[in-house]
């Protein structure tokens, strides 16, 4: 049976870090339907794909979260892309393209995002996982032995 505490990635948008108590990804392709007058079938054109987006509900908890939420909130608002990763999808470039904080008086602490993200690379939710770092670096190294290698 899985393990699914060890298998999960830490989140993170740009160095911060954070939990994630919700995500979901909305993605699809963009059609055009064909209908003729009278007719009884539907011609589908394909267009591409529509623009993929990351929904995220996360936390920051502990004595800072207070100053995590603003370097988050930062990072956020910074222009362009940063590096996006999330516990079960792995790492991708991410715009934030909104978000809301939520503090409750109740919940000293706690101060939670709803944040929207759209991936630099739309490909139909295609990430970077550590997995493919790591091979491709061994990859990489095994390469330039072998050249190296050739020398001597």
């Known amino acids: 049976m899985r393990d699914w505490k060890k298998t999960l990635r830490p989140a993170s948008f740009s ?3 954070f939990f994630v108590d919700y995500d979901e990804l909305t ?6 339907l064909h209908e003729v007058a009278g007719g009884r079938q539907t011609v589908v054109e394909e267009l591409g794909l529509s623009t993929s987006v990351y929904d995220v509900t996360l936390y920051l908890l502990g004595d800072a979260s207070d100053a995590q939420a603003q370097a988050l909130k930062d990072v956020m608002l910074a222009p362009g892309p940063g590096f996006l990763m999330l516990p079960m ?3 991708m470039m991410a715009t934030a ?10 919940r000293f602490g706690y ?8 991936p630099a690379v ?3 939710g ?10 491709t670096v061994a990859a990489g190294i095994a390469a330039a032995a072998s050249q190296f ?3 001597f």
Not at 97 to 106: E, H, I, L, S, V
Not at 126 to 135: F, I
């Open 15 to 17: 160095g911060v870090s």
């Open 27 to 32: 993605a699809g392709k963009r059609l055009a």
């Open 89 to 91: 999808d792995g790492a």
């Open 97 to 106: 393209q909104g978000f809301r904080r939520t503090r409750a008086k109740d």
């Open 111 to 118: 101060v939670a995002f709803d944040a929207t993200f759209i």
């Open 122 to 124: 739309n490909d139909g």
């Open 126 to 135: 295609a990430v970077l996982s550590l997995g493919d770092v790591t091979a």
């Open 149 to 151: 290698a050739r020398f």
